[in-house]
């Protein structure tokens, strides 16, 4: 075999032209290796970088949301004790005998039940009877045929010993208001009906107990649930944390091209990774945000957008509810509109520093609205600014100007959502949770107040 030089040495030789024409042909040829080399080198590189650093960044990544509330404890059996004991004290107070309810927030309260609405009578009756432990006498009115069913919801509840319900069955082609009259004997008694029972639930017992002194839960009764426990607080306070946390992690994720619909996906998935259940997510672009509970047409995220996101779920029966509103892009949105931000911003802020136990409902509304009629938007801030929360994820007590007798007192819980509204133009809400503390001041149920309207 020649060598590649003895064969170049060899053709040129024999002929001058072909050889310099072989070598021509050899240099493109190590020409184009370098080149086909350094395109498919950059090549690899590229998509290396680009996974390392676009597509590896873009993944969402919830693990920081990833048993935030685990080592949260749901309300202990003896908690009910103490809940059944301050009922006893307001129905004495109050001279009556008895608070009956249906199925929802209240039946869950004193007897850690969950019963939906039928059109059948499943009631609850907390009696005042001093030879109970608790003062409270718990007889629950059942439909016969669901008398296993509630049996089954009774062991779930776990209940303390103390708090030992009967139960008092009905058969189809009976009243439940008769066996309501077993309860009571035909003695005259002054009832109470918790506030959400359904009308002809109330006209039934009205009916039935006719000896008998019938009305709707006067706020006394109605302030038990509204005043929170530590351990309802603790609850709240994750569940309203994980929230703001949830927002915070997939606000990097939403991109220019998404449409509320992607968002309100995203932001599903991260919420049930947090452990919340029963979830929903409003999310709104630009001005489709001018409308406070959303808009039907669906709106694309662009470089400019303004996104609002009102969000919430459940924890261990406790709701969440947070809002943000956040600019695309980088800084320089526009002014108005971030001008807008910072005002509702400010409102929030001076609810913080300037309300607290003993101011009415209506001062701390107002104490919002000051804020954002003095910047010349009094007219765009549409609603009240909170209602509370707790069990129902809309409460008592109501924070407007009309509610000018009811109190802040400590444990009560609500927010604070200040709005401004432009109808066809851009809408900004901010919406954190609070609690009155003991010594007065509002606290927040969240990690704190939206920081800017760019990274949240
Ligand atoms: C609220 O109080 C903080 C701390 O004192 C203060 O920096 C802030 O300016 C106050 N905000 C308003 C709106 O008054
Ligand atoms: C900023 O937004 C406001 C309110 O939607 C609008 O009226 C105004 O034209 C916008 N300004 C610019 C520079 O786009």
Redesign the pocket.
Known sequence: MFSEEENVHLLSRSNRGVSHWNRLKKSTMIIRAVVVFSILSALATGTWLLQRYLIKGDKLDLTPLDGFCAHINSIQPDEYIGRHKKLAQVLEFENADALIMEGGASMIYYTNIEWELTERAFLVVLQLDNDEPTGIRTTIISPAFEATRALDSLKKANLPKEISPNIVEWLEFESPYDALKKVFGSNSNRIIVEEDARLFIYQGIANGLQESDVYMAPESIRMLRMVKSEAELEIMRCANTVTELAIRTVRPHIKVGMTEFDIQNTMEKALHRAGLTNTWVLALVD?NAALPHGSSSEKKVTKHSTVLIDTGGELLGYQSDTTRTFFMGKRGH????EDAWYLVRRAQENVLNQTGAGSTCAQVDLTARHIIDKGGYGKYFTHRLGHGIGLRMHDEPYMHQGNTEQLLQPGMTFSVEPGIY?TN??GIRLEDIVVVREDGKLELLTRGLAQNPWTL
């Open positions: 001005e526009n002014e108005t509109i432009v133009e851009f």
